[in-house]
């Protein structure tokens, strides 16, 4: 298995672009299958969830064409051959459960595998099956998947219990072909919904509120084909933030939309980390003076959000003094610790929260990635580390960073992947 080598690397410097958002470009994949007319998909990052969904599509008999030089995807779901996923693509990866609202909006039926837990929590799918139930479809469990049909798909109003990202993501599309109005109540407001909804309109639906807790669709007739430019990774931004932090580093992050990135901003600013606006899409971060401990909470948008807490908790895990995170949006999201405590970190875990005393230095050693961010985390505590530290099951780090390896290493990091 591929593993990571990483070694100390002091002041990374230099400029880093940041690619197409894994979390956006998931969700605008599935809302493909909505019409079968040609959607043209740019800035695609080159990531396994990518290329997992892609080839799931092409296996319903979707035409579709990934150009990965050019991170371009070419895509018409002219025919959809069938709608049922196969267990072990789905499995893969949790955004294989966004196609059921796209294929229950176009051909009124899916069959799809649960999706797997993940280290990371349980992840269930009840606030989607309420949505399209409240649609009018029928949901049956049966050998581990999911069947859905509708006859017709008719607007109503959903109260979404938690503003589930996907659960939203999943209503919406089952919605814009529906008869009628359906408003989301208490709805996912995060970046990603926004472009989603963007792309959506683009092929002719009707929606707004997008960004906020409350998304009214009515339902068209039929969607037209589209192009769109995926929205930048603001999960990749945020990490790269900290690789400058860690390192004492200072680099320009090109490709960013700041409006995206407010709240890591704002705890990056608490920590005495300095950040500069260079042009409209690039951001300067850099340290002058000791960092500080801080306390955070992560929340769904516009709050602190999940995916960049183990990134943070490797930066507080140097920075001298106590600083406390609670982790309110996953059950499980605090696998890392372990990890970084082999490297010398003194963590504490008291259910939902992490008390972390900052320690001068961590040591390299073998490590493990236990999930996607948490892998992420691993390389930035390594960079800090000294001596060289062994990352083994990368692929989970692969799964949402795109050439992460090559991107350090351009701005000065001692990092290679061995077979
Ligand atoms: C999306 O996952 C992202 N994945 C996650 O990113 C991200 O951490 C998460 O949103 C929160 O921002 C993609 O977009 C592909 P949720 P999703 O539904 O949609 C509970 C990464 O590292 N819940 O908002 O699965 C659930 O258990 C990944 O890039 C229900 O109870 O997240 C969790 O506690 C990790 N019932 C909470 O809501 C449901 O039906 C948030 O889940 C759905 C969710």
């Known amino acids: 298995m591929a593993k990571f080598i990483v070694g100390t690397s002091k002041g990374l410097k230099g400029n880093v672009a940041i690619s197409g958002s894994k979390n956006a470009i998931l969700p605008i994949l599935a809302a493909t299958l909505l019409t079968e007319e040609e959607c043209v998909i740019k800035s695609v990052p080159v990531l396994s969830d990518v290329t997992a969904l892609c080839s799931m599509l092409s296996d319903m008999g979707i035409d579709i064409v990934f150009q990965k030089e050019q991170e371009a995807i070419w895509i018409k779901a002219k025919n959809i051959l069938k709608t049922e996923a196969d267990y072990e693509k789905a499995g893969k990866l949790r955004g294989s459960f966004l196609i059921m609202g796209p294929l229950l909006a176009r051909c009124k039926e899916a069959n799809i595998p649960l999706p797997g837990g993940c280290p990371i929590g349980s992840r269930p799918v009840d606030l989607h099956l309420k949505g399209f139930s409240a649609l009018g479809a029928k949901t049956q469990q049966a050998h581990g998947s999911i069947h859905i049909t509708a006859k017709q798909l008719k607007g109503d109003k959903i109260y979404l219990d938690f503003p589930s990202v996907g659960a939203t993501e999943n209503i919406m599309m089952a919605a814009v072909l529906a008869k009628g109005v359906t408003t989301i109540v208490n709805a996912a407001a995060e970046p990603e919904i926004i472009d989603l909804a963007v792309f959506l309109k683009k092929m002719g639906a009707d929606i707004s509120g997008e960004g906020t807790d409350t998304i009214t669709i009515t339902g068209v007739k039929k969607l037209h084909g589209a192009e769109h430019t995926v929205m930048p990774d603001r999960i990749e931004a945020g990490t790269f933030m900290i690789a400058a932090a860690?390192?004492?580093?200072?680099?320009?992050?090109?490709?960013?939309?700041?409006?995206?990135?407010?709240?890591?901003?704002?705890?990056?600013?608490?920590?005495?980390?300095?950040?500069?606006?260079?042009?409209?899409?690039?951001?300067?971060?850099?340290?002058?003076?000791?960092?500080?401990?801080?306390?955070?909470?992560?929340?769904?948008?516009?709050?602190?959000?999940?995916?960049m807490q183990a990134p943070f908790m490797s930066l507080l895990s140097v920075i001298k003094g106590t600083s406390v995170i609670t982790e309110t949006v996953f059950e499980n999201r605090f696998l890392h610790a372990g990890e970084l405590q082999r490297m010398g970190a003194k963590i504490n875990i008291e259910s939902r929260s992490a008390i972390i005393e900052g320690v001068e230095k961590l040591t390299g050693t073998q490590v493990k990635a236990t999930d996607l961010r948490a892998g992420a985390g691993l390389i930035l505590s390594a960079l800090a580390a000294e001596g060289k530290t062994e990352i083994s099951d990368i692929y989970h780090i692969e799964r949402g960073y795109y050439h992460i390896e090559k991107k350090l290493k351009k701005l000065g990091a001692d990092i290679c992947k061995v077979q």
Do not use: C, H, W
Not at 249 to 255: F, K
Not at 265 to 286: D, F, G, Q
Not at 289 to 302: C, D, E, G, V, W
């Open 246 to 307: 860690i390192t004492k580093g200072d680099i320009m992050i090109e490709n960013v939309v700041e409006r995206d990135l407010k709240p890591i901003l704002a705890k990056l600013s608490e920590a005495n980390v300095k950040t500069e606006k260079i042009a409209e899409k690039t951001l300067r971060v850099y340290t002058t003076a000791k960092l500080q401990p801080i306390s955070l909470k992560t929340m769904p948008f516009p709050g602190f959000p999940t995916d």
